[in-house]
């Protein structure tokens, strides 16, 4: 069993908490050749959120519904979450380093800061959305359906790790006496 999973407080936030890296060289590849180029160079490789969360801060973001929702049950007074349910996106705040060789266009090499969502695999254009990543309750409760759907519970992901739902936060907005679900679903 555990806490139902309510639209309260935030979410997780991804593990790995990392503060900014240099992406090339990195984990986009090596140093990126020719001159030095301005911010969002579509020469930078995107990689996906689960190898980006090594080096990229995603913070604990409000569980808040992307939709206006009414729900006819409620969990000491607040929305339950269920499977399925849109929250709001998840931001981050993170800047990656570019090196640029100068090779072989004669210009000096040099560094560039980007935005970690530029460098992130996601559904715009192929990069993470600048408000940051979607986020989807993937329900993990086989036994608690509330109008229908599977209830949310507390440590249910907020993504399936594909590219348009690639959160890797958990539920951590919880109800402190309301548990449900089976000890194994």
Known sequence: MA??????????????????????????GSILPGCTMPPLDPKIVAMPVQAMNA????????????????RTVRINLLGPILDQDLLIPHPTPTVHQVNYTGIPKGCPPGTVTNPAHWCTIGTAGGREPVVGHARKLYATCKSVFINGRRAGRFGDPFGDQSPAFPCTSVVAGASKNVFIGLING
Do not use: K, N, R
């Open 3 to 28: 806490a139902a999973a309510l639209y309260m407080g935030t979410c997780s936030g991804h593990t790995g908490g990392g503060s900014g890296s240099t992406h090339h060289p990195g984990l986009g």
């Open 55 to 70: 080096t990229t801060l995603w913070p604990p973001t409000p569980q808040t519904s992307l939709l206006e929702l009414t």
